[in-house]
């Protein structure tokens, strides 16, 4: 059949594969060899942000060792596809399930992650054979870049929130994928995002799962530690401890996210200090980020940043969402119906008491993981797919 209507043209997905110019990896490389350098004193302890010795070092190995191509073929393992829904561009992997009958899943990302984070559990969900798992727990999965993010790119539109990106991919899933029914999990913004789906579009989620316990219309930061039982004390406490590793970010991304932007598109190593100091803060890795993830990694995630120049317009979600200039339209909450999982990590930075969680959403499964942090998915792939595996099994 052939399609007349522009918009209907523009939702066809391209598949794609990843090739940064030579151009671009050159420029990168020149940068990062004629960085110059901040003088920094009396901070071994990161006390003052990312310590010198450390990022110099993290900062010769991406010029000189660091192989973006290598990385680049890794990530073309997976199926990646762009497509322009309500004019926004969107890049997102399709990663098809094997098993009998696979269940569709969108998995969403959030600062400074990117759909890198999600990878290895995509690769669990897929394919849980090749795991030690059963075949009839596959996923089609399908993980999306957040507008403005890496490939989703270049944005050009004002407003896009959690609320307007949960339609986006309510779009996604069911106008250009097809899947009218489906799971959806988030991380970070993506579980801010997941959350909005389940209350706007609950008729299409068979279920939701959240590695960061948030729900629209609670904040967190006003939990008093009454609220939480006993055995939840550790939460409002980790929660306190973290308070200071959020203020700054979240402050310039949400009064004047572009004024940075032009210090961080400029240089990999300034892209590369503000994402890696984030990481270090909270991931569980005792302080060793390296060892945690390993340069590659950490690499990678700087490059998919700088080199698709979308460093800027990442920022910009905070802007839309908590704008201190324009504060939101007054809106009414209700509970979450949708069957809901959350999947706790020691090292994250925000809790929710599980009888509130039981009060204002429909929680079926809660699990308190014995390590990691804010990024999961990356830090402990197993045991979120696992754990995914599990809740999404009672989904009929």
């Not at 010769?60 to 973006?68: L, N, T």
Request: hydrophobic share 40%; aromatic share 12%.
């Amino acid at each position: 059949m052939m399609i007349d209507n522009p918009e209907q043209r523009s939702m066809q997905p391209k598949r794609f594969e990843i090739n940064i110019p030579d151009a671009t990896l050159a420029d990168m490389q020149q940068r990062l060899r004629s960085t110059r350098w901040a003088e920094d004193f009396g901070n071994r302890d990161w006390g003052y942000g990312v310590e010198r010795g450390w990022l110099e070092d993290m900062v010769s190995y991406w010029a000189e060792a660091f192989d973006w191509r290598a990385q680049e073929a890794e990530l073309n393992r997976l199926p990646h596809y762009r497509v322009t829904i309500d004019g926004i561009p969107i890049h997102f992997v399709h990663l098809k399930g094997r098993g009998p009958n696979p269940r569709p899943l969108i998995l969403t990302h959030g600062w400074p992650w990117t759909f890198h984070d999600w990878q290895e559990v995509a690769y669990r969900l897929a394919d849980p054979e090749a795991f030690g798992g059963r075949a009839d727990d596959a996923f089609d999965v399908v993980v999306p870049s957040l507008p403005g993010f890496a490939f989703s790119s270049p944005l050009a539109t004002t407003g896009v929130d959690p609320q307007r990106i949960a339609t986006l991919w309510l779009r996604l899933m069911c106008d250009v994928l097809g899947y009218q029914r489906f799971g959806a999990a988030g991380g970070d913004w993506g579980a801010m995002v997941t959350g909005e789906m389940a209350l706007a579009h609950a008729d299409h989620l068979a279920g939701i799962y959240l590695t960061l316990p948030v729900l629209p219309g609670l904040d967190g930061r006003y939990f008093t530690p009454d609220l939480f039982a006993p055995d939840e004390a550790w939460m409002p406490a980790r929660r306190d401890e973290a308070a200071s590793t959020l203020v700054s970010h979240i402050s310039v991304h949400a009064y004047d996210p572009q004024t940075l932007a032009y210090a961080l598109a400029d240089s990999p190593v300034g892209t590369a200090a503000w994402l890696w100091e984030r990481r270090r803060a909270w991931s569980d890795c005792n302080g060793d980020l390296v060892a945690h993830y390993g340069r590659d990694f950490l690499c990678t995630n700087a490059s998919l940043y700088w080199l698709t120049n979308t460093i800027g317009s990442s920022l910009r979600i905070y802007k839309e969402c908590f704008n201190p200039a324009t504060p939101p339209a007054p809106r009414t909450f209700g509970r979450i119906e949708v069957p809901t999982a959350m999947g706790i990590s020691p090292r994250e930075l925000a809790f929710m008491p599980r009888q509130l969680a039981e009060e204002r959403c429909n929680l079926q499964h809660w699990t308190l993981f014995p390590r990691g942090g804010h990024f999961a998915p990356a830090e402990n792939p197993q045991g979120i797919a696992d754990d995914m595996r599990a809740f999404f099994r009672r989904w009929h």
